[in-house]
């Protein structure tokens, strides 16, 4: 600090900056004295007084006069009030504000990872709305083709179609351009899902979290317990992928991302063993959610397999009461491979929802569509991004506004 000083005012005397250094040295003297003030016992044991907490109303009346009130009085009162709720609206307004950027931002995310699917099934159905002139079975052919094309799968095309012909029956549409958003009327009905299915978000749950290598199943359950976490649920993770070296650390440190506690153990430990260990800790704490990690890989498929059946037991058998919640990853963009990989994981477990990852890149959105409607297992969650905020409930309405681009509902 002396030295900066001095170099900013080179031309002045030497006894000048000595002064200054001088001024400094009292003024810290004085200041850690200051510090160093003990505080008496009464002081430190008085309690701070706490203010009941005010009603929105009571946050901008303002407080009366004493004198009686003259016309003056009532108007200066009333410009006050005024102001305050003025204030008050515009803050609101802000935090909506923020809370609508917020949603952008995911939905922009999806509409853009959606792009490819976007490019394969919309404007081809564009295409047909557009170039028919009036509503019959070729419109119907081509439209299939494009749906199947575009990874929906051939059950879910089917059920949308049925539902599409019965709408256009019903409402008597002729023209085919009427028809698109009957369309996407058909696909949202074909998504929903019931309010039922994040039951285990509010029960005490252990969730077991699967699917082949690198599709995101730790980013997923990072990303869940931050979620979880945030909304005050009291979380444990089971870092049950013993076999690769670098699975316990990376789930490390997404318990530290979320702020929650990780049971683990060295690389080829048993995972069963290790979910063991979790579930004890999860009861010793009272915890409301165990978020078990699995492997994706080990030495062959069986293998694989073979474990989470293992670690299925070991639940069922030390943690009867809990809800049980199978999500099986699987990367959105694979596309039909995604949809034979959670067949594969259902012969050896009973999945109970989907998390559709990587739905930021180019996805194949269709995917989602095709699993929901084949297997009869809901999407529950898509990841769109790296970050702990980047999984989302899935939501029908939103995931076919960003399918078709639609924005108008924003
Ligand atoms: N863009 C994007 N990347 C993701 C998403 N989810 C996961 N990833 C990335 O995908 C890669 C693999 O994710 P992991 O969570 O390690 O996958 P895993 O299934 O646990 O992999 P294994 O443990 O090897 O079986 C990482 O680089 C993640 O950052 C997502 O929603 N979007
Ligand atoms: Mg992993």
Redesign the pocket.
């Known amino acids: 600090m002396f030295w900066n000083r001095k170099k900013k005012t080179d031309e002045e005397s030497v006894e000048n900056t000595k002064d200054i250094a001088f001024d400094d040295e009292i003024k810290d003297v004085a200041e850690s004295e200051a510090t160093e003030y003990e505080m008496t016992e009464f002081e430190k044991t008085e309690p701070e007084k706490t203010e009941p907490e005010k009603t929105e109303f009571e946050k901008i009346e303002p407080e009366m006069p004493d004198v009686e009130n003259t016309d003056d009085d009532i108007e200066n009162v009333s410009e006050s009030i005024e102001d305050k709720i003025e204030k008050t609206l515009n803050a609101n307004l802000d935090e909506v504000q923020e809370k609508a950027e917020v949603k952008k931002g995911f939905f922009t995310r999806l509409v853009e990872?959606l792009t490819k699917t976007r490019n394969n099934i919309v404007s081809g159905i564009d295409s047909i709305f557009n170039g028919y002139s009036s509503i019959d079975d070729e419109l119907y052919e081509d439209l299939e083709e494009i749906l199947i094309m575009g990874d929906i799968g051939i059950k879910a095309t089917e059920e949308i179609l049925e539902s599409l012909q019965a709408k256009v029956k019903e409402r008597r549409i002729k023209d085919p351009a009427e028809c698109k958003s009957l369309l996407i009327e058909s696909i949202k009905e074909q998504m929903k899902i019931e309010d039922t299915a994040y039951r285990f978000e509010n029960e005490k749950s252990v969730v077991l979290v699967v699917?082949?290598?690198?599709?995101?199943?730790?980013?997923?359950?990072?990303?869940l317990a931050g979620k979880l976490k945030s909304q005050g649920r009291k979380v444990v993770l089971a870092a049950a992928?013993t076999f690769?070296a670098a699975?316990t650390e990376?789930l490390k440190e997404w318990s530290n991302r979320a702020g929650v506690e990780m049971i683990g153990a060295n690389e080829g430990a048993d995972p069963g063993a290790v979910v063991f260990d979790a579930i004890q800790a999860a009861k010793a704490r009272n915890t409301d959610v165990l978020l078990c990690?699995?492997?994706?890989?080990l030495h062959n498929k069986k293998n694989l397999m073979e474990e989470l059946k293992k670690i299925n037991k070991i639940i069922d058998r030390e943690f009867p009461d809990a809800y049980r919640e199978t999500l099986v990853?699987l990367?959105?963009t694979t596309g039909q491979n995604a949809l034979s990989q959670a067949k594969q994981f259902a012969e050896v477990t009973d999945i109970t929802g989907i998390v559709l990852?990587?739905?930021?890149?180019t996805a194949k959105g269709g995917i989602a569509v095709a699993i929901q409607s084949e297997m009869g297992i809901p999407v529950k969650y898509?990841?769109?991004?790296?970050t702990i905020d980047?999984?989302q409930k899935f939501d029908s309405d939103t995931f076919v506004n960003a399918l078709f681009d639609v924005r108008e509902e924003m």
């Open positions: 990872g699917g082949v290598n690198g599709v995101g199943k730790t980013t997923t359950v990072g990303k992928d690769r699975a990376q990690d699995t492997a994706g890989r990853v990367d959105g990852t990587k739905m930021d890149g898509i990841g769109v991004g790296e980047d999984l």
